[in-house]
């Protein structure tokens, strides 16, 4: 399993791949309709590319319709995913 990140420098481009893989204990399961992936990830990776989790707040965005996969990437949403209405911040 791979981390993808949308860069924002365009609207609509696809997220690419994340150089660094920081995540730990990744798994997907598909029931019911319904895709889950879970994983683990230090609040504090060190990576200059990941957001800290440990001194910082963010808004999350939770994609509700997802869109087509392969093993090569992800496309763009069916629908417009939910951002949070307040950061969130991540604890011990």
Known sequence: MNVYRWTGNR???PPTKDAVQNMKNA????????????????RNT?????????????YFIFPVDGGPHTNTGIS?????PIISSEKICISE
């Open 46 to 58: 060190s990576d200059v590319m990941d957001w800290r989790f440990d001194t910082d707040c963010y």
């Open 76 to 80: 763009r949403h069916i629908s417009t």
């Open 27 to 42: 798994s997907v399961t598909y029931d019911n309709g319904m895709l889950t992936l879970s994983f683990q990830r230090a």
């Open 11 to 13: 609207r609509f481009s």
